[in-house]
């Protein structure tokens, strides 16, 4: 009886929205000079980096995406930049659960790592968008993010800085376009890559790299508590999306990838997201509901929230403390380095 007027409202929804289709993005692994610029850290695999055919990665254009990315100017009054969001002192988050965008005005969601984003095509938590070039168009002129009015007002408003348009010439031998706002940010984003963290030191053999209780931890990772089930592979992400309960407990829930493809069996699905870094980068879920690790932990163990779409591996794990303690421990072993390097511009572009 609970579910019924949320199926009811469920079904409102699909009525209201059309479904948009994602823009085919060809994407491709680093070359030899590519990946000597990206320079990736220990434990972070080169084959699995993904670079869209018709964006290829150099110093300049590197360089030109980061002016951009800490730029206030791109938003409508000149004090929302990405970097206010996804700030590389906050593991390139921001530290609330919900995020603030321009005038303090709040979204619905949590602003997810710009960390290790070479690695995914999909982007945002319900993967709506198929690339970072498609997804940085988006919150400029998002009203309660960068706020600005179209893409023409803030392309105009780039090109009438005589340093952008010297820039924009040199990497792409144009004017300042949107196109060329968006390869340049999602270029820049690719080189914020964490790795060499306790985690891959012991991956790779190097003695003393982690605690005994991360030994623990991490056996309980893979195996009682289940998380690599998900949480796979170098990236601790199988990419993919799953119905884990967050927010089935109130009367709203957000409905993630349901609301994008309008199928049912992707209802209040969300994208894994990786766990590098992870003691950096709370609070966490889509919505930021979880201040801390240990929540997280618990909400796991009682089997996530319950509701007609869980995923059939989240199950009631009874994890003693000293388990949980173990596994929190661990999951300490995966912050890394990299991202660290990538800071504020000291000046900008006039
Ligand atoms: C006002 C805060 C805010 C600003 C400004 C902002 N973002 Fe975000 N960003 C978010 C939130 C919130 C999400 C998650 C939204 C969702 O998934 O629906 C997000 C998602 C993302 C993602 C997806 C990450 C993932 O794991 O899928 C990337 C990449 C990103 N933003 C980059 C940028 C870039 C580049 C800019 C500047 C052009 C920017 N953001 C500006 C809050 C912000
Ligand atoms: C069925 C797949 C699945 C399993 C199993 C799983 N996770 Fe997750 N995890 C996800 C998804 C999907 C999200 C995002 C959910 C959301 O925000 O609604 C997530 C989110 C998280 C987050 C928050 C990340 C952030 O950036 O906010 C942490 C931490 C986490 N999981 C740790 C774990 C641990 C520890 C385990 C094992 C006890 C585990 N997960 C098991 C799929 C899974």
Redesign the pocket.
């Known amino acids: 009886m609970r579910y019924s007027s949320i199926t009811a409202f469920i079904m409102v929804l699909a009525l209201a929205q059309g479904v948009e289709a994602a823009a085919d993005t060809e994407f491709r692994k680093p070359t030899a000079a590519e990946e000597k610029l990206l320079n990736l850290p220990l434990g972070l695999n080169a084959n699995f980096a993904a670079i869209p055919s018709d964006n290829p990665i150099t110093k300049e254009k590197i360089e030109l995406g980061r002016l951009l990315?800490f730029d206030t100017r791109?938003?409508r009054n000149d004090t929302?930049?990405?970097a206010?969001?996804?700030n590389p002192k906050l593991g390139f988050t921001?530290g609330q659960p919900?995020?603030?965008?321009?005038g303090t005005l709040k979204?619905g969601?949590?602003?997810?790592?710009?960390i290790n984003?070479l690695f995914?095509k999909?982007?945002?938590?319900?993967?709506?968008?198929p690339s970072?070039e498609e997804?940085?168009k988006g919150?400029?002129t998002n009203l309660?993010?960068?706020g600005m009015p179209s893409h023409d007002v803030v392309i105009n408003k780039l090109n009438d800085i005589r340093g952008y348009r010297d820039r924009f010439n040199k990497v792409f031998g144009t004017v300042v376009t949107l196109d060329g706002v968006a390869k340049a940010?999602a270029t820049f984003?690719r080189t914020v890559v964490s790795g060499n963290s306790a985690f891959d030191r012991y991956q790779d053999a190097i003695e003393g790299a982690i605690t005994e209780a991360q030994i623990r931890g991490l056996k309980i990772f893979k195996e009682k508590a289940r998380c690599t089930q998900c949480h796979a592979g170098f990236n601790l992400t199988d990419e993919k999306f799953h119905n884990i309960g967050v927010g089935w407990g109130g009367h709203r829930p957000d409905l993630g990838l349901f609301d994008e493809t309008k199928k049912l069996v992707d209802m209040g699905k969300f994208?894994t997201?990786t766990l590098r870094d992870i003691a950096d980068t709370g609070p966490y879920m889509?919505d930021g509901r979880f201040a801390t690790l240990r929540q997280v932990i618990d909400f796991y163990d009682r089997g996530g929230d319950p509701n007609p779409f869980l995923d059939k591996e989240i199950v009631k794990l009874n994890l003693t403390e000293q388990e949980k303690r173990d596994l929190e421990v661990f999951l300490h072993a995966l912050s890394g380095e990299g991202w660290q390097t990538k800071v504020a511009p000291k000046g900008f572009p006039q």
């Open positions: 990315y791109l938003s929302i930049a990405c206010t969001c996804h921001d919900v995020s603030l965008g321009i979204g969601r949590s602003a997810p790592t710009v984003r995914s999909a982007q945002f938590w319900d993967g709506r968008a970072l997804q940085a919150p400029i309660i993010e960068m940010i984003e994208k997201p889509h």
